[in-house]
């Protein structure tokens, strides 16, 4: 049990300091509960002659609905929380390998997904492959007129405006809305946005959390 809490605990700490839903606790626990659960299967069913799976196999259906409850599409067309489910089926099974006494088993997956989320995520970065969602702010004197010119710079490329917000005045208009792309293609938008001359000013609000 505590190799489990252990080895959950550390998967935990790489997402809490990514500032993820799932952190060290949701981590550590969903791993010590999967461990447990393993154990008692086993135990309960060798006290009865009865099916040593029974339980265990309960585990699986449940992380599901855990994982589906990390995964929002809150933002319109923007679905998030989709590393964070991913995360939590895995350490489940890490924590059903260490109640299967499978304690090698273990500590290897632990080390791969720690390397797939420090290193591979370093390695996206480094060659601009990681794509994120940065939040805009634009200015103009009227919505539609406004909201056409971000349109147009955005077409050619290749871009979306999503989940795009309004705060009008009579005379006064700031919308703000996101865009999906790699860090180059955002820079390019920025720039893009600005040297087009159409806004009366251009913010960029930085990336917004979506693992």
């Known amino acids: 049990m505590a190799l489990a809490a252990v080895l959950g605990g550390l998967i935990g700490l790489e997402r809490q300091s990514k500032h993820r839903a799932a952190g060290l606790r949701t981590n550590l626990f969903i791993c010590l509960g999967a461990a447990m659960f393993t154990l008692l299967s086993d135990e309960l069913a060798g006290a009865h002659t009865g099916d040593h799976t029974r339980i265990a196999a309960q585990i699986i259906p449940g992380i599901g609905f855990i994982g589906a409850g990390s995964i929002l599409r809150a933002r319109g067309e923007i679905v998030t929380g989709i590393t964070t489910a991913a995360t939590i089926f895995v350490v489940a099974s890490v924590g059903m390998a260490v109640g299967g006494a499978q304690y090698v088993l273990a500590i290897i997956a632990t080390l791969l997904i720690l390397g797939v989320l420090l290193l591979l995520g370093a390695i ?11 939040g805009y702010e634009v200015s103009g004197p009227k919505a539609e007129e406004t909201e056409a010119k971000i349109n147009a710079v955005l077409e050619p490329l290749h871009s979306l405006m999503l989940n795009m917000q309004l705060a009008a005045t009579p005379r006064h208009v700031r919308i703000h809305f996101e865009c999906e792309g790699t860090h180059k293609q955002q820079t390019r938008i920025l720039k893009c946005l600005k040297d087009s001359g159409a806004f009366e000013s251009v913010a960029a609000l930085g990336p917004v959390q979506t693992e």
């Open 124 to 134: 996206e970065r480094a060659l601009n492959l990681k794509v994120m969602i940065y």
